[in-house]
């Protein structure tokens, strides 16, 4: 092993090989090697209308993983192999390039500086094709192409997700906002953003029609999965509401059995005078004045959103009689680049005030019943249980999954290493003060609550070990304490994309812990 980078959460270990581009030919299967100078294998790429050249958004620094903002995009001819960059674009992560059907432009999803964790927007470009007049289509707004409403029914995406109309004079894309996702569009020369659905869902766009009137959809929402549909412009391309149309129901059979239990959001304020938006779902035939358990669940990422999707999990939990509760804090996507960056290397400050005052609501409301508490999440959401245990004794109960617990170590062992300065200041060798403070394993000395651990032995991204420094800490302390470990075959994203038999198991060993703990 001679790169920083030889080893990817999901793909496994790869060492020094990288993804190259190949035109194949179809009729023959004969193929060729178009592009192979990209470093860090994660290129995206566009034919041009007249199928002569190809746009790449590419990474060729020699240490692309620690120079991730290194990003350019350039053409490659197809018959000359001829590689030309466009020139002048601002410095960052770039991705997703598109030519217009005209050919006369390109749009690409970009982050300006060097920031390389997402923390900032992530805007719409456009420039000539030759790479001239460039603009920010998004600048005048708050939202960020890259913001996602996670859900344990389908994989995680941090993708931006755009495409031209026909005619060349709009930009459709993909908008998650305050828990929802929508279909949105813009004019190639800016202005104001379109919204062109509604409600509270999430809508994945998907592509267009040949005349740009139709667009292929997935709706879903709490008490739905994701299913086919259509949405129809009534109006020309982008503008107006789109018509959507559902035209499957795989697993309406499914849900027709099941007694399902929707959410209802409100907003609450902590003590900074932060707005947070918060979910509670309520057990299925919850008798009125009767107090039950409750659960607060925190979202990994941590930029990313929870919101109008479903999520099996928490119809799980709630199924087994407990009040389950999310929210957005400080931190998370879809509610502007400043809710965002608040926690940019500073975990268990303005997002743990956030956490306090969704627990304080928790506390009075009227259908829980304080006493019995549990806290969990994953990832990002397993370093925050992690914290909360170790700032406060308000939860009966615990589980941290895939964790986060000691930011020192986590420097060297994840896949994707916190390079020095770029998120957190600080190092793993010399200057350790900064990282080691907000890491929860810190501050274990105050634990006492009962702690289930989950974690795969293949999580490349928080590998095991995080969790086996909660485990041994907690031991050592006395502190009851489970720590259910799933096989090198599994990854940091089990929960959503593991084996069914092994994610039936998870959720048995969460409800055997909730019900040991606060029932």
């Known amino acids: 092993i001679d790169d920083m980078y030889y080893r990817l959460d999901g793909d496994g270990y790869f060492n020094s090989q990288r993804f190259h581009l190949h035109l194949v030919d179809l009729k023959s299967g004969k193929h060729q090697l178009l592009y192979d100078r990209d470093t860090a294998g994660w290129f995206t790429y566009d034919w ?264 099996h999990e928490f119809q799980v939990l709630a199924a087994a009689g407990n009040v389950v509760v999310y929210s957005n804090p400080r931190g998370s996507k879809g509610y502007g680049e400043a809710h965002c960056t608040a926690i940019r290397g500073k975990w268990g400050q303005a997002d743990w005030e956030d956490i306090q005052a969704v627990t304080a609501f928790m506390q009075r409301h009227p259908s829980i019943d304080k006493r019995k508490l549990g806290v969990m999440g994953g990832s990002y959401g397993g370093y925050m249980t992690n914290w909360a245990i170790g700032h406060t004794r308000d939860f009966a109960a615990a589980i941290t999954d895939r964790c986060v617990s000691n930011l020192v170590s986590m420097v060297g062992s994840s896949d994707l290493p916190l390079v020095p300065g770029e998120y957190w200041d600080g190092n793993s060798w010399d200057s350790t003060d900064e990282i080691w403070e907000q890491s929860p394993l810190k501050h274990f000395g105050n634990v006492k609550t009962p702690t289930l651990i989950i974690h795969s032995e293949g999580d490349l991204r928080c590998h095991i070990e995080q969790s086996e420094q909660v485990f041994a800490a907690l031991k050592l302390r006395g502190v009851p304490t489970r720590f259910v470990r799933y096989p090198a075959s599994t990854s940091h994203g089990m929960s959503r994309s593991g084996p069914p038999d092994l994610r039936l198991h998870r959720l048995g060993q969460i409800l055997d812990w909730w019900q040991r703990y606060l029932h």
């Open 48 to 311: 041009s209308p007249d199928s002569r050249k190809l746009v790449i958004a590419t990474n060729t620094s020699k240490n692309a993983l620690v120079k991730f903002w290194k990003w350019d995009l350039v053409k490659v001819d197809v018959r000359t192999k001829k590689i030309r960059p466009i020139p002048d674009l601002p410095v960052g992560p770039k991705s997703h390039p598109r030519f217009s059907p005209d050919g006369k432009q390109i749009a690409f999803a970009a982050r300006e500086g060097r920031e390389c964790w997402g923390v900032r927007n992530t805007h719409l470009f456009v420039c000539d094709r030759d790479g001239k007049n460039v603009r920010n289509l998004s600048e005048g707004t708050d939202y960020c192409l890259n913001a996602n409403t996670i859900s344990d029914t389908a994989e995680a995406s941090f993708d931006a997700h755009f495409f031209w109309s026909p005619d060349s004079s709009r930009l459709l894309m993909n908008l998650a906002w305050e828990g929802e996702t929508h279909v949105a569009s813009v004019s190639v020369t800016g202005g104001k953003f379109a919204l062109h659905t509604s409600g509270r869902k999430t809508i994945a766009l998907g592509n267009a029609s040949a005349d740009g009137q139709k667009l292929s959809l997935t709706v879903s929402d709490q008490l739905s999965l994701p299913e086919v549909a259509v949405g129809d412009f009534a109006t020309p391309v982008g503008t107006g509401k789109l018509r959507v149309k559902p035209l499957s129901a795989f697993n309406q059979p499914l849900l027709d059995e099941l007694e399902l239990s929707p959410a209802e959001p409100q907003w609450i304020e902590s003590a900074s005078g932060t707005k947070v938006h918060v979910w509670v779902m309520q057990p299925p035939h919850a008798k009125a004045g009767k107090k039950c358990p409750a659960v607060l669940e925190v979202h990994g990422g941590p930029h990313c959103q929870y919101g109008e999707a479903f999520f």
